[in-house]
């Protein structure tokens, strides 16, 4: 936006009619100064919008400290955000679903049409597994009540207000790695990607190179559902190949068998621990190649 | 209620993963049908898609013969019961249950009736003032399903409902969601990866794997008949017991060569095997636990199919025992009487009911026998 838009919505937003002489419009500073009082005077009483820019990392650390004042919300909470992202637009239903759903301090911010966030504010620290719980809680009762398919993602508890824009962050991150790595799912933890989180900030030049060096031209889209769940469960199991078989119902020369065989077309060995780590790493880069 | 048809669906994710290929399957009015098997089959995916929460990528679902795919899941007269259902904390009882009702803008004299209705069903009905909070493990799992039930609607579809509650709950609430089946004469799709409750509850089961599915059948037939190597091992607790055996002509009949018994094959059996050319090969034997005999008795009336093998592991269950023993590089399971004498680290002989043997391909893994 340069500074006649900003000059322009500026009064839109506010009803008053600001102008600048000619020479002042033109200069950098005049930029940044609407950009300040227009934030003030969205943010001046519309607590939503104050949240949604303070998420989204709009705000300078003066208009959070006021916006926080002037809402109410204490500074030193634990605080855990939930992003909710919606398959189709959300609607009414789906809000009153959400807003049942709160245990009183609950703080719902709609994003956009397709997003939510949920903030629960609680005296103790939610932990993983009940950050989890509550994931799985609004997934279900959004797709239960309001009959809406959803993903939620979220980052773990913060104690300082201020850090739930961070926390935003991580639960974008969250969602668009859950998204690209696992599809399947429907709940991302921050915490839970592993070696996702790493790799996917390796540049697409790197990713190659490493698919190359270490699988030639082997392409694992090509390989069956099968022979992926058998390999996924072997790495869930540490490489153990009778608790490997017993997740799989398999007999342990079959899983063996699939082991030789994916040997054989891609020269890895997933019994020896330095293959396994090659596979595992090229698996995910193949996933984000894509 | 209502009969549902699923032709030819698959559903493939934008990276190219296949979570289900070509499902079929139709479902008559009032069935109890299972889907189950293990973790990341596909099972939750399918019953999704019924549900309109995840796109169908291709084939074709019909609810009394009309069109599913594109149609919104609020607009399929569908109700769901998930895993991990959350009743609103500080609403009682009777306005959890009314809740999706009055969002839907329902009438009050509707809501009332449904409500009572379902708590009536439920045995609710004391209860409907209380909170959640004031209200036990199996009486929330009941308020759960009393929310579905206040929808009427033409099918039921309920993800691992029972997962979250403790052992012995979850058998209670087996009986009663059977119960429920009955009183309702619903429909209803039902997602498990606990083949217990597969067997009690299903009037029909599908087993999938990897996305796709192994076999539709009664339980019953999935136990006694199970189509391939999968299923046989993934029905049937403690699992069925896999050895490798090469199948050999003996006199008029045919042996089953494991380690370094020859187990007389039934004449039944060895037509078949004989007929599908699998005389001279290596095929996979199973046998059930409860099908592997230590009593004399057994074992002097068929002599001509007994193992012999050390006791690793002896274990006490009351009304059976479990022995834990290795032959020819497996490790077997027996389900025997709770009064034998036979225990840890003794030498005992082991009578197989080839009878009830199974005989599976090495390289399909699909059944030969059954």
């Given at each position: 936006m340069n500074t006649r838009e900003l000059l322009e919505k500026l009064n839109k937003e506010s009803g008053l009619n600001f102008s600048l002489p000619e020479e002042e419009i033109l200069s950098p500073e005049t930029e940044e100064k609407l950009s300040?009082?227009?934030?003030?005077?969205?943010?001046?009483?519309?607590?939503?919008?104050?949240?949604?820019?303070?998420?989204?990392?709009?705000?300078?650390?003066?208009?959070?400290?006021?916006?926080?004042?002037?809402?109410?919300?204490?500074?030193?909470?634990?605080?855990?955000?939930?992003?909710?992202?919606?398959?189709?637009?959300?609607?009414?239903?789906?809000?009153?679903?959400?807003?049942?759903?709160?245990?009183g301090s609950d703080i719902l911010v709609e994003m956009d049409q397709h997003h939510i966030v949920l903030i629960r504010q609680s005296k103790a620290v939610l932990n993983e597994e009940e950050c989890y719980e509550t994931a799985a809680s609004i997934v279900d009762a959004l797709g239960t009540e309001a009959m809406a398919a959803a993903r939620v993602s979220y980052d773990k508890t913060v104690p300082e207000f201020e850090q739930l824009a961070q926390s935003y962050k991580h639960a974008e991150v969250a969602m668009h790695l859950g998204v690209t790595f696992k599809n399947g799912k429907r709940?991302?933890?921050?915490?839970?990607?592993?070696?996702?989180?790493?790799?996917?900030?390796?540049?697409?030049?790197?990713?190659?190179?490493?698919?190359?060096?270490n699988l030639a031209s082997f392409d694992f889209s090509a390989l069956d559902n099968e022979m992926r769940n058998t390999i996924k469960a072997l790495f869930n199991n540490q490489l153990n190949l009778v608790e490997t078989a017993k997740e799989l119902y398999i007999h342990r020369n079959t899983l063996i068998y699939r082991i030789d065989k994916f040997q054989k077309i891609t020269g890895l060995d997933l019994r020896n621990f330095d293959d396994a780590i090659i596979c595992k790493v090229a698996m995910i880069l193949a996933e984000y190649l894509k | 209620m209502a009969s549902i048809s699923l032709k030819n669906i698959c559903k493939v994710y934008p990276n190219g993963f296949e979570a289900v290929k070509d499902f079929n399957l139709e479902v008559e009015d009032k069935e109890f049908i299972i889907f189950v098997g293990p973790s990341g089959c596909g099972k939750s995916t399918t019953l999704r898609m019924i549900a309109g929460l995840e796109d169908i990528s291709s084939g074709e679902l019909t609810i009394d013969g009309k069109v599913m795919n594109n149609i919104e899941p609020k607009d399929r007269d569908i109700a769901m019961v998930f895993q991990n259902y959350a009743l609103y904390p500080h609403m009682t009882v009777r306005d959890n249950m009314a809740f999706g009702l009055k969002i839907r803008k329902m009438p009050k004299a509707e809501i009332d009736k449904r409500v009572n209705e379902a708590a009536q069903i439920l045995g609710l009905e004391n209860l409907l003032d209380r909170k959640p909070k004031a209200l036990s493990g199996g009486q929330r799992q009941r308020v759960a399903m009393g929310r579905a039930i206040v929808r009427n609607p033409k099918v039921f579809l309920m993800d691992e409902p029972l997962s979250n509650l403790d052992a012995k709950l979850r058998v209670q609430m087996r009986i009663e969601i059977s119960k429920l089946h009955d009183r309702l004469g619903a429909t209803i799709i039902y997602v498990t990866h606990d083949q217990t409750e597969a067997m009690t509850l299903g009037t029909r089961i599908v087993v999938m794997k990897d996305g796709i599915v192994q076999q539709i059948d009664s339980p019953?037939?999935?136990?006694?008949?199970?189509?391939?190597?999968?299923?046989?091992?993934?029905?049937?607790?403690?699992?069925?017991?896999?050895?490798s055996a090469k199948i050999e002509k003996e006199g008029e009949g045919l042996v089953a060569v494991v380690g370094n018994s020859r187990l007389n094959v039934p004449v039944a059996k060895a037509k078949v095997l004989t007929d599908k050319g699998y005389v001279g090969k290596e095929v996979t034997l199973g046998i059930r636990p409860e099908d592997i005999h230590d009593s004399q008795m057994f074992i002097d009336a068929s002599p001509n199919t007994v193992i012999e093998s050390t006791i690793k592991v002896y274990e006490l269950l009351g009304a059976e025992v479990f022995l834990y023993f290795d032959y020819a590089d497996t490790q077997v399971t027996a389900r025997v009487d709770p009064r034998t004498t036979a225990k840890m680290g003794d030498t005992v002989k082991f009578a197989l009911d080839m009878e009830k043997a199974h005989f599976f391909d090495k390289s399909t893994e699909v059944t030969i026998t059954n």
């Open positions: 300040a009082m227009l934030s003030f005077v969205k943010t001046v009483d519309n607590r939503d919008y104050f949240f949604q820019q303070f998420l989204l990392g709009q705000l300078s650390p003066e208009d959070i400290a006021s916006g926080r004042l002037k809402y109410h919300i204490e500074k030193s909470v634990n605080r855990a955000l939930f992003l909710i992202a919606f398959k189709s637009p959300y609607d009414e239903v789906a809000l009153s679903v959400l807003s049942s759903l709160e245990t709940i991302h933890s921050y915490h839970d990607l592993g070696l996702e989180k790493l790799l996917y900030r390796v540049s697409t030049e790197d990713a190659k190179e490493y698919m190359t060096e | 019953q037939n999935l136990y006694t008949k199970p189509g391939n190597l999968f299923v046989a091992g993934f029905i049937g607790s403690p699992q069925m017991n896999f050895f």
